[in-house]
């Protein structure tokens, strides 16, 4: 079983930053693209930020040159630095990972985390 904990959400006013975490545990072989997506109310759950194993990055246009994300290989753990933060940009945020559990070669999962809420007001 592969576990997906996010931490570092919270209320924040427009123009400041907050930094997300995600720890992956339990039995991983692999861990290969991560990613953090987004859900407003209302709205359908949209990409943020992905990035692969290799460190190659992906971004959606509304948040490039604004969001970095990054991740710790060694602790299977993958950052969302949000600064400049807008109140479009309040959601709940999801991570995802692409994982390969056990301890031998086999088939690749999408694991989510529970969500983490941020809220951009003043």
């Known amino acids: 079983q592969v576990q997906l904990v996010e931490s570092g959400g919270g209320l924040v006013q427009p123009g400041g930053s907050l930094r997300l975490s995600c720890a992956a545990s339990g039995s991983i072989r692999v861990i290969y693209d991560m990613g953090w997506y987004r859900q407003a109310p209302g709205k359908q759950r949209e990409l943020a930020a992905t990035i692969t194993n290799g460190g190659s990055t992906n971004y959606a246009d509304s948040v490039k040159g604004r969001f970095t994300i990054s991740r710790d290989n060694a602790r299977n753990t993958v950052y969302l630095q949000m600064n400049s933060l807008k109140p479009e940009d309040t959601a709940v945020y999801y991570c995802?990972?692409?994982?390969?559990?056990?301890?031998?070669?086999?088939?690749?999962?999408?694991?989510w985390g529970q969500g983490t809420q941020v809220t951009v007001s003043s």
């Open positions: 995802n990972a692409h994982v390969t559990p056990g301890t031998r070669n086999g088939p690749t999962y999408a694991y």
